[in-house]
């Protein structure tokens, strides 16, 4: 995942991170309930230090993925015994399925993976003799109160997003590649990365407006996929870090769903519909106009760079640049702190504790910390 500046940051540093090297105050422990399958893997197969802390960072990312996916499930996907919760909103979900026909089925099935991948991880942890992350203590913050949802605390905030959409470019272009010659890559959508917007209903007053409600459910089609292609690139990048050969086996089994969800999203994302935001001037450009939204520059090079149908990653430099290009996955020298850094930079974690972010800090240091034994 990338970092990129903007006008959080320095508020992200000073509220984030300053307490990167304190413990998370209370003992956290996982439910019964939860691991009642541990039991049926060995236990103290000897995964190093390095290993344990790596899956524990993606245990809590897969927790943070489950609950938003769920405040997604339960205004606009699919309620049933798999995802429950929420009665859903005919409005927003009538404004997801305008981009998507298959929007609400798909939230409720990734909704379904991100909640099987937390069971799994920490399932696997306990029953190789490590500690399993539980972030329930920090279910603290309110949700949406419109009509659908379960009302009850989250640990991600949907309501003031910051979404960088230049993974756009990023796999359309043949000339860099962040892992080979790092650039700054445009936005699919100028407007997201320079705001803050929800990407769920808050109130019933949001379904007012059917413009204001669609910017809504646009806003949801790029935030989705901006959360996904950094956990394909994580997974793969841990996966270099790996000693247990049964470790680096769970990660590279992982990853690829990510981008399998990623890839999905990103097709979604580009049928979103151009608009404008009459409450807050967000625009959403007609993509395949040939235009750059960021520069206004026309021409062969910028319909190729935006063209919705151009979803196939582009070959690029990989490993050196004396090499031919190759179609790779970009980036694959990701960082669990800059994951972090990136969600936070997101807005994903408004309304958040200290006693939160020191404890995902800590986290993603020991991950970052680790090294592949020999």
């Known amino acids: 995942m990338e970092t990129n500046d903007n006008s959080n940051s320095a508020a992200i540093d000073r509220r984030s991170f300053v307490k990167a090297g304190l413990a998370a105050t209370g003992a956290l422990t996982v439910g019964a309930g939860l691991l009642e399958h541990a039991t049926a893997a060995s236990a103290g197969t000897g995964l190093t230090a390095g290993d344990v802390a790596m899956l524990r960072f993606l245990a809590a990312g897969e927790a943070l993925e489950a609950d938003f996916y769920t405040q997604y499930n339960e205004l606009g996907g699919v309620r049933d015994s798999e995802v429950p919760g929420g009665t859903g909103n005919h409005e927003y979900t009538n404004k997801l399925n305008r981009i998507d ?114 910017a809504i459910a646009n806003t949801a089609a790029f935030h989705i996929p901006t959360v996904e292609q950094g956990g394909g690139s994580l997974r793969l990048a841990m996966a270099q870090k790996a000693t247990s050969v049964e470790v680096l086996r769970l990660l590279i089994s992982m990853g690829p769903i990510e981008l399998m969800h990623f890839h999905t999203w990103s097709a979604i994302a580009g049928r979103a519909p151009r608009l404008t935001d009459p409450t807050n001037g967000l625009s959403f450009p007609d993509l395949d106009s040939g235009v750059d939204p960021n520069s206004g520059a026309t021409g062969p090079a910028a319909k190729e760079m935006f063209q919705t149908s151009l979803i196939m990653p582009e070959p690029c430099p990989f490993i050196d640049t004396s090499l031919p290009a190759c179609s790779v996955v970009r980036p694959t020298n990701a960082t669990a702190t800059g994951a972090l850094k990136f969600l936070t930079a997101m807005g994903l974690f408004i309304g958040q504790s200290d006693a939160f972010f020191a404890y995902l800090t800590n986290l993603a240091t020991a991950a970052d910390a680790a090294q592949r034994g020999v």
């Open 101 to 214: 026909r298959n929007f609400s089925q798909y939230i409720h099935d990734v909704a379904d993976d991100e909640i099987s991948h937390q069971n799994f991880l920490n399932a696997y942890l306990v029953a190789n003799g490590a500690e399993a992350v539980d972030l329930e203590p920090f279910r603290t913050l309110p949700g949406s109160t419109a009509t659908g949802s379960s009302g009850k605390l989250r640990l991600t905030n949907l309501t003031q997003l910051t979404i960088d959409t230049s993974w756009w470019t990023r796999y359309r272009s043949g000339t860099h590649n962040p892992d080979v010659n790092p650039t700054v890559f445009e936005q699919a959508v100028p407007g997201l990365h320079n705001g803050q917007f929800t990407a769920i209903p808050r109130t019933n007053a949001d379904l007012h407006d059917a413009r204001h409600l669609q």
